[in-house]
């Protein structure tokens, strides 16, 4: 089964406007770790935020917010005023405690952001 | 912060040659690194994981022959496509364990572009 599951692939918004980005995740597990991952043109990926299951706090970082929901079993990612440098693909992560280090990815959503 | 260093970024070989990827972690150690595999417009597949001083594991469905993984060093993984063939070509990318600095990250490398020809 699908740990994580990114809705939507592929997003197309006008220069700044906010878009949001969704991901749903499935675990069993007490303890674990979210994260969202952006991946530009170039290939790389470039770590964004990390979120533990304890912490619930919605989290706020320059145009970028995070939206965790334990109740909802989400972690949506916000990107307010969308620019023209956000466009890539963003993929949302998943992590247990049980299985060490291993990441679960979602299949990714990928934004452009048209200006 | 924390730095992953892949090469070659891109490699293009006739089939039946061997492709060695090299994955470093520049300013951390890394006892574990992760190799993936990512086709076009789809998401990362992990293929193995990668334990310094011993053997890897590898994902169900990845051949261990033909995929060869070494991790030496706390900084150092290599991942050798051994006979490639066209079926090979695909985007490759490292990911490195940054406990040391924070619990649970993977910090990626950049990638490394297969073509097989």
């Known amino acids: 089964a699908q740990k994580v599951t990114q809705a939507q692939t592929e997003i197309s918004v006008v220069e700044k406007e906010d878009v949001t980005l969704d991901c749903v995740y499935e675990?069993?597990?007490?303890?674990?770790?979210l994260f969202w991952y952006k991946q530009p043109p170039s290939g790389e990926l470039v770590f964004l935020i990390r979120r533990n299951s304890f912490d619930e706090q919605n989290e706020i970082s320059g145009r970028y917010s995070w939206n965790f929901q334990k109740s909802t079993s989400s972690f949506n990612f916000t990107i307010t005023a969308s620019q023209v440098v956000d466009s890539a693909v963003y993929f949302c992560?998943?992590?247990?405690?049980?299985?060490?280090?291993?990441?679960?990815f979602g299949t990714g959503t990928s934004l452009t952001v048209i200006p | 912060g924390a730095v992953v260093s892949q090469h070659p970024s891109r490699v293009i070989c006739k089939s039946g040659t061997s492709v060695k990827i090299e994955c470093r972690s520049l300013?951390?150690?890394?006892?574990?690194m992760f190799w993936y595999r990512q086709f076009p417009k789809q998401s990362l597949m992990l293929m193995a994981t990668?334990?310094?001083?011993?053997?890897?594991?590898?994902e169900q469905g990845v051949e261990k022959d033909k995929f060869l993984i070494n991790h030496a060093s706390l900084t150092l993984s290599t991942l050798t496509v051994t006979s490639a063939h066209p079926e090979d070509s695909s985007f490759y990318i490292c990911?490195?364990?940054?406990?040391?600095?924070?619990?649970?990250?993977?910090?990626f490398g950049a990638g490394t572009r297969l073509s097989v020809l």
């Open positions: 992560a998943l992590s247990e405690a049980y299985t060490g280090n291993q990441f679960y």
């Open positions: 675990t069993r597990d007490t303890t674990y770790y």
């Open positions: 300013d951390f150690q890394a006892t574990t």
């Open positions: 990668s334990n310094e001083g011993s053997k890897a594991t590898y």
């Open positions: 990911s490195a364990d940054g406990t040391s600095l924070a619990k649970n990250i993977q910090y």
